[in-house]
């Protein structure tokens, strides 16, 4: 996925906020997810709700203004209820990386209780329990 970074992602400093990288994060999941057929608003329809329960991010060089960055996205590991997705973000031209970092993700109904990921999500993903 690709982020172009924007006056509005910067601190005074000109560099990407830290936080941001987890809103990238964020859309990087959902476009993985989408890119695997899977819609957020489907699987919500459908009874299942993503909480994240954890997320980490080692910055390892600055972002700034007018670049644009790359970001990989993968399933890194499964649980019955819980995936975590392991991302790493390059500065396009350089190929240095910014971020790397994860979030551990599970499934959850509309009540809130934890559920099993259901087996045509994990088709989809192509990942197994």
Request: glycine share 6%; net charge neutral; proline share 2%.
């Amino acid at each position: 996925m690709e982020i172009k970074i924007y006056y509005e992602d910067t601190d005074c400093g000109g560099v990407v906020y830290y936080a941001n990288y987890l809103k990238y994060f964020e859309r990087a999941r959902t476009q993985y997810l989408e890119k695997h057929g899977l819609s957020v608003a489907s699987l919500q329809e459908n009874g299942t709700l993503f909480m994240v329960t954890h997320a980490e991010a080692f910055y390892r060089s600055p972002a700034r203004y007018g670049e644009t960055l790359m970001i990989e996205t993968s399933v890194s590991a499964l649980r019955r209820s819980a995936l975590t997705f392991s991302h790493t973000i390059r500065e396009q031209t350089s190929q240095r990386v910014v971020v790397e970092g994860s979030a551990t993700l599970v499934a959850v109904d509309h009540q809130g209780k934890p559920k099993r990921l259901e087996p045509s999500l994990l088709m989809a993903l192509d990942v197994s329990v």
